[in-house]
């Protein structure tokens, strides 16, 4: 049973940093692609960054320069480190894995709630 589990949410204000952690079990991390996504209330679900197997990273445009994903796969851990917020970055970010064939398999997190306000 593959379990993602975040951490690092909260209150912040504009132009702060936090970072986000998101640790998988259950499965072998270091074959999987790992993603954060984001959802703000009445918007679809978006991804922010994405980090393959081998390390490559890719972001939303929205993000580029701002946001930072990576990840540690002896700690079986992805992280985002998101620097220079803005209000608009104020969403539920989710944790997702794709692993298998085709990245069929497919795992989300339960989320964790960031707000930027001042």
């Known amino acids: 049973q593959v379990q993602l589990v975040e951490s690092g949410g909260g209150l912040v204000q504009p132009g702060g940093s936090l970072r986000l952690s998101c640790v998988l079990s259950g499965s072998i991390f270091r074959s999987y692609f790992m993603g954060w996504y984001r959802q703000a209330p009445g918007k679809q679900r978006e991804l922010v960054a994405g980090i393959t197997s081998g390390g490559s990273t890719n972001y939303a445009d929205s993000v580029k320069g701002r946001f930072t994903i990576s990840r540690d796969n002896a700690k079986t851990t992805v992280y985002l480190q998101m620097n220079s917020l803005k209000p608009e970055d104020t969403a539920v970010y989710y944790c997702?894995?794709?692993?298998?064939?085709?990245?069929?398999?497919?795992?989300w997190g339960q989320g964790t709630q960031v707000n930027v306000s001042s």
């Open positions: 997702n894995a794709e692993g298998g064939p085709l990245r069929a398999l497919k795992y």
